[in-house]
């Protein structure tokens, strides 16, 4: 009799003879090991046949771990290890088809992640919070079986290079070298920067609980050992991201309510987006192999699909995006942004006119929800609409220049490369994040200060920057960039990366509609840190 076909009936008579449970037992899903719910007429319980390959000591140390987390923190909702009849903890038992270990937890109500819908916020956030009480449960806690060498060890992902070939697709395995190839250059040589610990290593969604609208535990901690600390949310996300719309906006509230419970480094927060796609790469190598040896299993290829899917989409986002994003999450500076801030306070007013010349006259705009100048209408967000509003403003005001604020609160923003996403009822940017100098097509822009062409594009899309240069600078050591958007077309002409452009010389022109994204004329002006 194989492991398959030990039934319910044996494990109702296995929790009786063991443990003196007269229970009605139902099979839950597992991989490798045979788990009933055992449900009493007082009491629940989860007893655990194990696969004819578990060790003694992997189960004593997901006992330790237990027992270790119970008492670091009661309060956490983590099943609990019971004793047998014998007051032992682990049992060996002569199964249909041989010696098996069983043990008996306590069973925890709730439905399985994957099993709820939607992945709200929220949820996405408590999922967060209840991962980090497990780690921060688990900080300090040692045992010797949980050095151990595992093929999900992220620490360890190296073994997937030499199974690259198993990936059939051309353009997959392409980019999933990529991934291992920046893994093993930067990311695996940074984790001896970050903390260390014991970890679930394994909170896939169908490892997570949730009731009422919440995560509230983890299960099946088979996979768990010592490995750096970051690895956990890692995995946890690269599951929790499949199928989400906004794969990044998921991860941001995870990170959120991580760090409200065990607070991250900036280190861990750098690794953490290549970690993501390292997991991923780990999972579809692995599904790949197994494809090979196991080609009618279908368990082992559950979460292929939607792997590659989500590698695809990570392969869009900056990582830099990803890691500026988890800082914000976490109120977190950006990196340099106080250098930059105090090195422009020192040589404010030596800076030259962008425009050429001090304003004397302007007319600061109003261009929020609020304004009388435009309406929820979006007909009344074109560029002929605005335009017309705009001009007349000026004109009323006796000004050639008019200027829009930063950090402004706008409905203009109708575009679909400013939705989060491309669902028809997603959240778009409202937040202008620059400064905007509205005048006549054609004004010459001037270098504020010294600096060197960075980079210069054609957006074309509609409502785009259309022509666009980034210059870089340097005061004092310190590097910054300073974007300027909306130029003409010969704007572009004749310019070359690390070009020097000086201080207060011209470089470009302001763009006419509809060459510069379809927009009234103006210059987007942006400071950018890094």
């Known amino acids: 009799m194989s492991m398959s076909e030990i039934t319910a009936s044996f494990a109702e008579h296995v929790a009786l003879e063991l443990y003196g449970l007269q229970a009605k037992a139902k099979p839950l899903v597992g991989e490798y090991d045979k788990n009933f719910h055992l449900e009493l007429e007082r009491g629940e319980f989860v007893l655990k046949i194990m696969g004819s390959q578990a060790e003694r000591e992997t ?19 983590a099943p609990r290890v019971q004793q047998t009849k014998k007051n032992t903890l682990i049992e060996s038992i002569d199964a249909p088809d041989g010696k098996r270990l069983v043990w008996l937890l306590s069973y925890i109500p ?25 780690d921060k449960a688990l900080l300090g806690f040692e045992h010797p079986a949980a050095k151990r060498n595992l093929k999900w060890d992220l620490a360890k ?17 392409t980019m999933t070298e990529r991934i291992l190839e920046n893994y093993l250059q930067t990311v695996q040589p940074a984790l001896s920067e970050v903390r260390s610990s014991v970890i679930h290593n394994d909170a896939n969604n169908y490892n997570v609980l949730v009731d009422k609208g919440v ?10 050992l010592y490995t750096a600390t970051i690895n ?28 409200s419970v065990l607070p991250l480094t900036r280190k861990e927060l750098e690794l953490l987006f290549p970690l993501v796609q390292t997991r991923l790469a780990v999972s579809v190598t692995n599904s790949a192999i197994q494809k090979r040896l196991r080609p009618d299993d279908l368990y082992v290829v559950i979460s292929e699909k939607p792997a590659w899917e989500l590698l695809e989409k990570l392969e869009k986002i900056p990582p830099r995006l990803a890691y500026y994003s988890f800082l914000e999450a976490c109120s977190l500076e950006t990196p340099n942004a106080k250098n930059v801030v105090n090195v422009l306070k020192k040589y404010a007013g030596q800076f030259a006119p962008i425009l050429g010349a001090h304003l004397e006259s302007y007319h600061v705009l109003d261009l929020t929800p609020s304004s009388s100048l435009y309406s929820g209408d979006p007909r009344q967000h074109d560029n002929a609409a605005l335009s017309k509003v705009i001009n007349a403003e000026m004109a009323e005001h006796s000004v050639d220049v008019a200027i829009g604020r ?17 669902a028809l009822t997603s959240e778009r940017r409202t937040v202008h994040i620059g400064l905007d100098l509205f005048a006549k097509a054609g004004t010459p822009i001037y270098a504020p200060l010294e600096g060197t062409i960075e ?29 300027y958007g909306h130029l003409s077309l010969e704007s572009l002409q004749d310019k070359r990366k690390g070009q020097v452009i000086k201080k207060g010389k011209t470089f470009a022109t302001l763009g006419a509609t509809p060459i510069n994204g379809d927009w009234p004329p103006h210059l987007h002006f942006q400071i950018l840190v890094f």
């Open 110 to 134: 709730g439905k399985l992640y994957a099993h709820v819908k939607p992945h709200t916020p929220e949820l996405l956030e408590s999922f967060g919070g209840v991962l980090a009480s497990f």
């Open 157 to 173: 992902a190296e073994w997937t290079v030499q199974h690259l070939q198993d990936i059939a697709d051309e353009r997959q395995r």
């Open 59 to 77: 189960l004593e140390l997901q006992i330790a771990a237990l027992e270790h987390i119970a008492r670091q923190n009661s309060e956490l909702n």
């Open 215 to 224: 995560v509230t535990s983890l299960i099946d901690f088979g996979d768990m």
């Open 455 to 483: 980079a210069f594009a054609n957006n074309t899309d509609a409502l785009d920057y259309g022509p666009v240069i980034v210059l870089r600078h340097e005061l004092d050591g310190i590097v910054f960039y300073t974007l």
């Open 232 to 259: 956990e949310l890692a995995i946890a996300a690269a599951y929790a991201m499949m199928d989400h719309e906004d794969s990044l906006g998921a991860l941001v509230n995870i990170v959120r309510g991580y760090h």
């Open 406 to 422: 930063y950090d402004e609160p706008r409905l203009l923003y109708t575009s679909s490369m400013v939705a989060r996403t491309n």
